[in-house]
């Protein structure tokens, strides 16, 4: 009996395959030896990388995703006009055997020709930005909430409870008695004369709590933390700034944006960690085309920031249908059928800044008391 060949069809014959490292990046046209090279990964290698491409008249790249090293080759190769498809690692992992860096890039390569590749999701350009001053700003949020916890620590170590006396040592009047303090004031009464009126504790209640062990080194220590505290939300109004830029340019650009108007809402920044934007609501009004995400239960403006910086309203346009968005954020169980069983249904592994924007939205809906009792 002859034994029969199974033949796959080359779906893109002129296409390339890259593994990507940290200290240089190995290119494959092909699978033979002479097919097969390795570049820098400064510019001057990139560029040779794209040029030794055109000369073989490639068309089509598809490269890893590993770490953020892929990002500049990415953007030298979309520049020079090839067609690039970032991967992801498990759908390129190579049969069991020994590891090369040859031996990946061919595989990337003849995966690719064989058209058995489909690239991950990117962003645009300004859509990229904006995410990147968010996730900025997100960074900044942490370290400003850690310095907060560590001046509630020295305050206390002080024997200072305003925790005790003050919702939030961050508030007004808290970071003006927290200020005084590093000022060198220690008269109970006079830092508690710093009360805002709103503040529900008397002033005398709060002189009750700020009287002081007067110990020097953990007065050296908060002074520090609230430098640090100060410098992160300086840094958070500068994101903010440039956010506000990214947006107005977008909406700027676009007709279409630009002719939606909503009635002007009164602002309130229900949420400290918000963006300073007071026309926030007409921003996002305009960049969804007249589409109100702020109208929906449990929608705040983090969690609309959060839908613009990391897939924006052409991105969203891309998925085919709600069920492959929610796939991409993986909030949608992955089913392993075999016999007609399904054998798992767990929800796939992976932190998505959206996914968990959308879940804390969900959970502030179901904190929420029933009106209609």
């Not at 830092?191 to 709590?209: D, G, P, T, V």
């Not at 009635?263 to 921003?283: C, H, I, L, S």
């Not at 969804?288 to 613009?308: H, P």
């Amino acid at each position: 009996m002859e034994e029969k060949e199974i033949a796959m069809e080359i779906v893109n014959p002129q296409a390339a395959g890259v593994d990507i490292g940290s200290r240089s990046h190995w290119a494959a046209i092909g699978q033979k030896e002479d097919e097969v090279q390795e570049y820098g990964v400064f510019n001057e290698g990139l560029k040779a990388m794209a040029e030794w491409f055109r000369e073989h008249g490639i068309r089509t790249v598809a490269m890893e995703s590993t770490g953020t090293y892929w990002q500049s080759l990415y953007a030298v190769l979309l520049s020079e006009g090839f067609e690039v498809i970032l991967c992801n690692g498990k759908f390129t992992k190579h049969a069991k055997g020994k590891k090369t860096d040859v031996k990946d890039c061919r595989w990337i390569q003849k995966l690719h020709s064989l058209g058995l590749l489909s690239g991950s999701f990117l962003p645009d350009k300004q859509t990229e930005q904006l995410h990147t001053y968010c996730r900025q700003r997100a960074l900044l949020l942490d370290s400003s909430a850690s310095a907060s916890k560590k001046m509630q620590k020295y305050l206390r170590l002080l024997n200072l409870r305003l925790d005790v006396v003050v919702n939030d040592i961050c508030g007004q009047t808290g970071m003006a008695i927290i200020k005084a303090i590093c000022e060198g004031e220690k008269d109970a009464k006079k830092l508690a004369s710093l009360r805002h009126y709103n503040c529900r504790k008397s002033q005398e209640e709060i002189a009750k709590a700020l009287e002081s062990n007067g110990r020097e080194d953990y007065l050296f220590a908060l002074r520090q933390e609230l430098e640090m505290y100060e410098m992160f939300q300086a840094k958070i109004v500068q994101c903010d700034q440039e956010i506000a830029k990214i947006l107005e340019q977008i909406i700027e650009n676009d007709d279409q944006k630009r002719q939606h108007h909503i009635e002007a809402k009164p602002y309130k920044r229900v949420n400290k960690n918000a963006p300073a934007m007071k026309n926030f609501n007409q921003v996002a009004f305009q960049y969804f085309e007249g589409v109100d995400l702020m109208a929906i239960e449990g929608m705040s403006y983090g969690t609309v920031l959060a839908v613009m910086s990391e897939v924006g309203i052409e991105g969203i346009r891309r998925f085919k249908t709600a069920k492959h968005f929610a796939s991409w954020l993986r909030l949608a169980p992955n089913n392993k059928i075999s016999g007609g069983k399904i054998l798992s249904s767990k929800v796939p592994k992976g932190s998505n800044r959206l996914k968990i924007a959308l879940r804390n939205a969900a959970n502030a809906i179901g904190n929420l008391k029933d009106s209609t009792t």
